[in-house]
């Protein structure tokens, strides 16, 4: 969806025509439990390693596209990965080594 | 179950549906990045895995139950449902639910005002008394526009508020949650606390239902 509204961030949709509310939910996957859980463990006072501000300042960040199409807690791991990666905890060649291992595992298992 | 079909099978194993699809089964990019992130935090000594396993378990503990318990006890206790209204978190507190850093501003509904809250630029959510929101609250179409056509809105959700009743919107932030304390239904003058509480459900407690009917 294009924004109708330059002067608004893409997030900033508030009072913006949009459809009918379908009342949709679902079981949250583990994966997604777990995204949450790191958010909270990490911008928990005994790490402060991320904040409420910076995870929104990276998903604020993400262009309309990109906003829309992934799913809420992608955008959240997305950003909290972003957080890390700027403040040093993690470096990017780290990410890519263990992602790389991950899929290995991942298809190890079938 | 169908009587058309002469099986001979145990019916009590047959599925009608197909099971619903693990989300943990497929290995998407954004799943490996947390599992990435996961590992190397504790690869680190960031954290442990019993963290993330007890931190989520804490989350799934939270359920809507939280929050109608302190609905319930104000309606049948007015000297704490001032205390309520004046200080939501310490209000909480004070009936044993823990709230965490976040204030807490518990709005009342009465024959004249009708709450409902959302959160535009986001999602905040009065998470800690009612456990993750549902996905629509955090849609596109609930957050534009809940705060321009209220009244619409609940209409879809089958909650028709009459037209001189005043609706507020309270629109959320990272730091601040607000809850909605629904009006107490007619007939349950004599019911105790626990039996109120299994009126308070979730939606109505977002705004977007009322308790439900004795």
């Known amino acids: 969806m294009t924004n109708p509204d330059p002067l608004r961030a893409h997030h900033d949709m508030g009072g913006l025509p949009a459809g009918a509310v379908e009342p949709t939910e679902h079981d949250y996957a583990l994966w997604e439990k777990r995204v949450d859980a790191l958010m909270v463990l990490l911008g928990h006072k005994d790490r402060r390693l991320i904040t409420v501000d910076e995870l929104r300042r990276n998903i604020e960040s993400l262009g309309p596209e990109a906003y829309d199409k992934m799913s809420y807690y992608e955008r959240w791991i997305y950003a909290i990965t972003q957080v890390l990666l700027q403040r040093g905890v993690i470096t990017v060649d780290e990410l890519g080594r263990k992602i790389e291992a991950i899929r290995a595992r991942e298809t190890q298992r079938g | ?214």
């Not at chain 2, 943990?24 to 442990?48: C, F, N, P, Q, S």
């Not at chain 2, 310490?90 to 518990?106: F, H, N, Q, S, W």
């Not at chain 2, 009465?110 to 905040?124: F, G």
């Not at chain 2, 909605?180 to 109505?204: K, Y």
Request: net charge negative; glycine share 6%; charged share 25%.
């Open chain 2, 1 to 214: 179950m169908s009587h058309d079909h002469d099986h001979t099978e145990d019916h009590a194993h047959v599925h009608r549906y197909p099971p619903r699809p693990d989300q943990d089964d497929t290995l998407t990019y954004y799943r490996a990045m947390e599992a990435a992130v996961r590992e190397l935090l504790i690869d680190k000594g960031v954290l442990t895995a019993e963290d993330v396993r007890r931190q989520v378990e804490n989350m799934d503990g939270r359920n809507a139950g939280l929050g109608a318990k302190m609905v319930a006890r104000a309606w049948i206790d007015s000297a704490y449902k001032q205390r309520m209204l004046a200080n939501g978190s310490e209000a909480a507190e004070e009936i044993g639910l823990d709230v965490g850093p976040l204030k807490l501003v518990v709005v009342e509904n009465t024959p004249t005002v009708h709450n409902v809250i959302v959160c535009t630029l986001c999602s905040c959510y009065p998470r800690m008394l009612l456990g993750l929101p549902p996905d629509w609250y955090k849609s596109r179409n609930y957050r534009s526009r809940v705060v321009r056509e209220p009244r619409a809105v609940l209409a879809e959700f089958g909650t028709v508020i009459p037209d001189d009743v005043l609706i507020r919107v309270h629109d959320s932030t990272a730091d601040m949650r607000y809850l909605v304390a629904p009006r107490r239904p007619q007939g349950t003058e004599n019911w105790g606390e626990a039996e109120l509480a299994r009126l308070v459900t979730r939606d109505s407690m977002i705004g977007v239902a009322l308790a439900d009917p004795a």
